[in-house]
């Protein structure tokens, strides 16, 4: 079983649209999780930690569901600069410590 | 201003030899990780650095690869003898929430 999986995409979706992706983890006993953008060819940027109360930042809303073993990302009025890969990454238990952990990535196009 | 810096941006060097990618934070952070990501692939963990020692480190980090902070500020990986399946972005980070270099390209022919 893949540790960290998403759905790849692409999810094509016009200006102004709400998108969300979701991200499931192998391990229950994983800790802190995050999100991350990545431009073609480029770092991955921190977008928001995952609480377990969900977080907001401006369009951009993060849930956790412990029980279910997955996260999610929610995207409202999408802008074409929204375009990219979005990772999400989980801190997974491994003997005693953790492992960042990414998923493959989802990818999103926001067009006019 | 990036919080941390990577050189080479690129580098190509044929199999069998050894290659040092370098990482230089801004400020003066003791946590470090490096990633690699194949072209296409997702981002793979390789080793974390606490205080000048590794903490954790993948099974990709075999004994081909070994990291160092040589001077107490640059922090380096090295990949004695690389093969072509080296290939990828390397990414030095700081802190496990990971402000992320720009990564250097290793090419390997």
């Known amino acids: 079983r893949k540790e960290v999986e998403q759905d790849p995409g692409p999810f094509n979706v016009p200006e102004g649209a709400t998108v969300a992706f979701n991200c499931t983890y192998s391990?229950?006993?994983?800790?802190?999780f995050f999100w991350y953008r990545q431009d073609c060819r480029k770092e991955p940027k921190l977008l928001m930690s995952?609480?377990?109360s969900g977080n907001e930042d401006g369009r951009f809303t993060a849930q956790l569901n412990r029980a279910s073993q997955y996260i999610s990302l929610l995207i409202r009025d999408s802008k074409l600069s929204d375009s990219a890969t979005y990772l999400c990454?989980?801190?997974?238990?491994?003997?005693?410590?953790?492992?960042?952990?990414f998923g493959r990535g989802t990818s999103l196009i926001v067009h006019p | 201003e990036p919080e941390v810096t990577q050189t080479p941006s690129h580098q190509v060097t044929q199999m069998g030899q050894e290659v040092i990618l370098r990482c230089v934070p801004i400020?003066?952070?003791?946590?470090f990780y490096w990633y690699r990501q194949i072209l296409g692939q997702k981002v793979e963990f390789l080793v974390s650095f606490y205080n000048n020692e590794i903490s954790e480190k993948s099974e990709i980090f075999d004994d081909q690869f070994s990291v160092e902070r040589p001077d107490g500020s640059n922090f380096t990986l090295k990949i004695r003898s690389t093969k072509l399946e080296d290939s990828a972005m390397y990414f030095c980070?700081?802190?496990?929430?990971?402000?992320f270099g720009q990564g250097t390209r290793l090419t390997v022919v």
């Open positions: 995952v609480y377990s």
């Open positions: 391990n229950s006993a994983s800790q802190s």
């Open positions: 980070a700081r802190t496990n929430e990971a402000f």
């Open positions: 990454v989980v801190n997974m238990a491994s003997g005693g410590s953790y492992i960042p952990t």
């Open positions: 400020s003066n952070h003791l946590y």
